[in-house]
């Protein structure tokens, strides 16, 4: 089946809203002005057959039956009443081709008369419609004889003489014809009306559409330039859209960065160490000997600084996408005051105060080693943040069905450029940083499937908020 592309989808749907609102639009003020122009005419029909009984003379519908020639046949006393009346009618203008007017004889059961035109058939048809006693009426009918079976809406006045009821005006109205011509004149006024909101609803389509074209044509340059965070689209309402994706896409390169470089870290990270560790350990052995004893200090030297290159690549290899971990269901609290004790000789010597405030939450299930080194990576981070001393807040809390860990430094804080980057394995703004602790940081959070948000100010502090999804209810007693 062919598709339709979204701008043909979205004109069709602008079609058939307009459309639909048209309908109820034409039928609703058809229904008004219909009822408006019955009342217009209603009135003005009452009053008309009022001013015809005023101005027909009643004994013009007497007429002797008898002549000198002998008796007068029915349609010749018509007739000779119609010679009578017809005059009358004819000099009086009703401008309404839906309005019928005339005067009946009840004599006869004929119409003698009848205007605008005179219509001569008329004449010959008995009726009897109009025959209702000595009073005024009104009313609907439809097959009516007037209009030729059409519904229409009477006003039938008495014609007395003598006492005596001799015969009616009436006005007739065509609804059905009124219906037509309301229907028609609303019809071609809506019609147009909504032809041009169509035309302008469709240019306005093709407007957004060229502009959106444009301006994800730019946020698309933008990305590829690297310039996408804080774009400005010229459509208003699509700035926050552009402006979350653009964070996904920052996000989901700094992941794909993570997996290359753990990649590389598990393919290289093993081969290094080993012949590392077979140098060291000839240095340690050279170092005991006393043919080396002069040397003792440079081989120390060497070995201090294995043994860097060695913690590197460890914190490396915990990149590893492949990296084992063994979840369970553990308890947050205890895990922090496990490793609070190897924080406090490194605080200690910053002059800095670990503060706990941890509130009950429930078991999450985590790897045991990987959240040590997450929690250990970011308070060194906070301790190393704060040269003067200060306090550093580890913090637990439950919230919306998640396990929340912030941990807050009153320290240097992260400039807003530099926030762009963390994460990204080998920034480092410190002299003797090797910039892999926040890295690995996010690895794990991204392997717990957990969240990880930076909340700094330059001057103030920094402060890092996981979010965990429970693995329970807490219980709350
Ligand atoms: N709490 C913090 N306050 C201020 N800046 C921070 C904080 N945490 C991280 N940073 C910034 O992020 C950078 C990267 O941190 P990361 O832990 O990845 O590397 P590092 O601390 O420089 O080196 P190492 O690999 O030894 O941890 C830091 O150099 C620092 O500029
Ligand atoms: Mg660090």
């Known amino acids: 089946m062919r598709q339709f592309n979204l701008t043909t989808r979205l004109n069709i749907k602008a079609i058939c809203i307009i459309s639909i609102f048209m309908i109820f639009f034409t039928m609703h ?204 689209s010229k459509i208003p309402e699509l700035t926050p859209v552009l402006q979350y994706l653009s964070e996904q896409t920052d996000r989901m390169a700094r992941l794909d960065r993570l997996n290359i470089i753990g990649e590389m870290a598990a393919s290289i990270g093993h081969e290094v160490r080993n012949p590392m560790t077979t140098v060291r350990g000839f240095l340690q052995y050279m170092g005991s000997k006393p043919n080396f004893s002069e040397y003792k200090s440079q081989l120390d030297l060497m070995i201090s600084e294995i043994d860097r290159a060695n913690s590197i690549i460890t914190e490396f290899l915990s990149l590893a996408k492949n990296k084992a971990m063994h979840f369970k269901d553990s308890d947050l609290n205890a895990m922090i005051c496990e490793v609070i004790p190897l924080l406090d000789a490194d605080a200690l010597r910053y002059n800095c105060h670990i503060k706990l405030d941890l509130n009950e939450i429930p078991p999450v299930c985590v790897d045991h080693n990987s959240m040590r080194q997450l929690i250990l990576n970011l308070v060194r981070n906070g301790i190393e943040a704060m040269p003067d001393g200060g306090e550093i807040t580890i913090s637990t809390a439950y919230k919306q069905g998640k396990v929340l860990l912030s941990v807050a430094d009153q320290g240097v804080g992260i400039s807003p450029e530099d926030k762009e980057k963390l994460g990204t394995p080998f920034f480092t703004t410190k002299e003797n940083g090797v910039g892999l602790g926040l890295a690995v940081c996010y690895r794990i959070v991204q392997r717990h499937n957990a969240t990880i948000t930076v909340e700094s100010e330059p001057g103030k502090g920094t402060s890092f908020l996981i979010k965990f999804a429970a693995a329970a209810m807490p219980q709350t007693n």
């Open 29 to 232: 003020n058809q229904w008004i002005s219909y009822q408006a122009r019955i009342a217009v005419l209603s009135r003005n029909m009452d009053r008309f057959t009022a001013y015809l009984q005023t101005v027909i003379p009643p004994e013009f519908l007497i007429i002797n039956e008898e002549s000198v020639a002998g008796p007068i046949s029915l349609e010749e006393q018509v007739l000779a009443i119609n010679n009578k009346v017809q005059p009358i009618l004819n000099n009086i203008f009703m401008p309404s081709s839906v309005v019928k007017y005339g005067v009946y004889s009840s004599k006869h059961k004929r119409i003698v008369a009848i205007g605008p035109e005179l219509e001569k058939p008329m004449l010959s048809v008995e009726t009897t419609w109009c025959d209702i006693g000595d009073a005024s009426c009104s009313g609907e009918k439809s097959n009516s004889v007037v209009w030729y079976g059409a519904q229409i809406m009477y006003f039938v006045k008495p014609l007395t003489f003598n006492n005596e009821v001799v015969g009616y005006t009436f006005a007739c109205i065509n609804l059905d014809r009124v219906r037509q011509e309301i229907f028609w004149a609303n019809t071609q006024k809506l019609l147009l009306g909504g032809i041009i909101a169509l035309l302008i609803a469709i240019m306005l389509f093709q407007e957004i559409f060229i502009r959106l074209k444009k301006d994800l044509a730019l946020f698309a340059e933008a990305t590829v330039a690297g310039q996408s965070k804080g774009f400005e």
